[in-house]
């Protein structure tokens, strides 16, 4: 079946970087956009990005320009997110879901949490 | 940016009870609007999108309506498990905003 599965827990100090993966199976990873959201403790939904797997293009929002890349890996089906110059407000669920053909989120990955923290 | 904005922010309803939620966008998306149901310390779960399609395996009791900037999701026969917190999020243009939320409890 359609599976997105995400790396563990990451515990970071302020100032250092983290990158999340998130591993695909049961479809054809290069034929979906991924896209990348967070939810930070007790708040709504957060997005950040998506990434054409097929193409490597990736498409940020505002906020997180210059301060986050996503990758992918083919040979893999895997897609990276990495943020850079964590701050505490950084500390949130961070998920990879899949876009089906109308943009809609139809897969999610079962999420990452990353706890900034000195 | 699109602000994509939910009513009510919470609810309190009985089981069996018909739920309705409204989004509005703050300009015309078309129907590129998704609806989203997330449970505590899970991933959130596509239930509708395009505006009205139900996505595959969600029960008939969940339904969406609307075009242009306004938009509704109803649960016609609110169900134990439906308790929850719900999102829309429009994929109209990037960046692909969400609603604030609505979240479902037990009267």
């Known amino acids: 079946q359609v599976q997105l599965v995400q790396s563990g827990a990451e515990v970071k100090k302020p100032g250092a970087s983290v990158k999340v993966s998130c591993k695909t199976s049961?479809?054809?990873?290069?034929?979906?956009?991924m896209h990348w959201v967070r939810q930070a403790p007790g708040q709504g939904l957060e997005w950040m990005g998506w990434i054409n797997p097929n193409s490597g293009v990736t498409n940020f929002a505002q906020k997180f320009q210059g301060r986050v890349a996503m990758t992918r890996d083919t040979s893999f089906s895997t897609a990276y997110m990495e943020l850079y110059s964590l701050i505490s407000d950084d500390t949130a669920v961070y998920y990879c879901a899949r876009a089906n053909i109308l943009g809609a989120f139809d897969i999610w990955g079962q999420g990452t949490t990353v706890t900034v923290s000195s | 940016d699109i602000q994509m904005t939910q009513s009510p922010s919470s609810l309190s309803a009985s089981v069996g009870d018909r739920v309705t939620i409204t989004c509005r966008a703050s300009?015309?998306?078309?129907?590129?609007l998704n609806w989203y149901q997330q449970k505590p310390g899970k991933a959130p779960k596509l239930l509708i999108y395009g505006a009205s399609s139900l996505q595959s395996g969600v029960p008939s009791r969940f339904s969406g309506s609307g075009s242009g900037a306004d938009f509704t999701l109803t649960i016609s026969s609110l169900q134990p498990e439906d308790f929850a917190t719900y999102y829309c999020?429009?994929?109209?243009?990037?960046?692909?905003?969400f609603g604030p939320g609505t979240k479902v409890d037990i009267k």
């Open positions: 999020q429009q994929s109209y243009s990037s960046p692909r905003t």
């Open positions: 300009q015309s998306i078309s129907d590129y």
């Open positions: 049961g479809y054809t990873f290069t034929g979906y956009y």
